[in-house]
């Protein structure tokens, strides 16, 4: 799903950088208060997942991981999503600099989208998982599409096709985070948790323990002769 330059008009280019910079001011203070290993493991994973890919007319076809990473990290995913997005362009070239915001728009919103979807229930549940997976590729797989037939009459076809040839990545996007999610859920369910953690200073104090001269049984009064 990486957009390559010099396919989608500055207006649309323009435009991805706007929302994306919006949408990482909005999703910081989440990503603060979001756990440090936990990020950079899933920016590892969609790091690595979106490396497989295949190439196709001026984009790719390839694993995202948007659904469980935006159903693990909840909004923080979009700041997750960002900084693999810059690593894949400056590392491997893939899709752009001119593209960047319009990359990160695209898969950001759909790792979101996936974000919302987990969170409207108050339990673990695999068909929420699937259909928070499916949901969140299917927004990044259109709004992709969508920028490359803001290219004109000329990328049509290509966009068209780029439905059919994802519809098994997207079952497999879905198989892949319902499998993650019954793992997470018997060995780590914090990482699925929909509250948010109580913090230490609403924690209510403990009692002091009881001391040794408090314990001990007090002195029977003598008789009066």
């Known amino acids: 799903m990486h957009i390559s330059e010099g396919v989608c008009p500055p207006p649309v280019l323009i435009g991805g950088f706007v929302v994306a910079g919006a949408l990482t001011a909005f999703t910081l203070p989440a990503l603060a208060r979001a756990s440090a290993p936990?990020?950079?493991?899933?920016?590892?994973?969609?790091?690595?997942a979106s490396l497989l890919q295949f190439k196709f007319g001026p984009g790719s076809v390839?694993?995202?991981?948007?659904?469980?990473?935006?159903?693990?990290?909840?909004?923080?995913?979009?700041?997750t999503i960002l900084v693999g997005v810059s690593l894949q362009l400056f590392l491997f070239a893939q899709g752009g600099v001119t593209t960047l915001g319009l990359n990160v728009t695209t898969m950001g919103l759909g790792a979101?989208?996936?974000a919302g979807v987990w969170r409207l229930g108050s339990a673990h549940s695999?068909?929420?998982?699937?259909?928070?997976?499916?949901?969140?590729?299917?927004t990044a797989l259109t709004?992709?599409?969508?920028?490359?037939?803001?290219?004109?009459e000329a990328?049509?076809?290509v966009a068209t096709a780029s439905f059919v040839l994802h519809a098994p990545v997207l079952v497999i996007e879905i198989a892949l985070t319902v499998v993650a999610v019954r793992f997470l859920a018997r060995v780590q369910p914090a990482l699925l948790d929909l509250l948010p953690p109580q913090r230490a200073e609403h924690a209510q104090p403990a009692a002091p323990p009881s001391?040794?001269?408090?314990?001990?049984?007090?002195?029977?009064?003598e008789p009066a002769a």
């Open 38 to 48: 936990r990020v950079s493991v899933f920016t590892g994973a969609f790091f690595a």
């Open 62 to 79: 390839h694993l995202s991981l948007l659904g469980l990473t935006g159903i693990v990290l909840g909004r923080a995913a979009l700041p």
């Open 112 to 114: 979101l989208v996936s």
């Open 126 to 138: 695999l068909a929420r998982a699937a259909l928070a997976a499916g949901l969140g590729t299917a």
């Open 143 to 152: 709004l992709y599409a969508l920028a490359l037939l803001s290219a004109g």
């Open 155 to 157: 990328l049509r076809a």
């Open 211 to 221: 001391t040794p001269a408090e314990l001990a049984p007090e002195p029977a009064e």
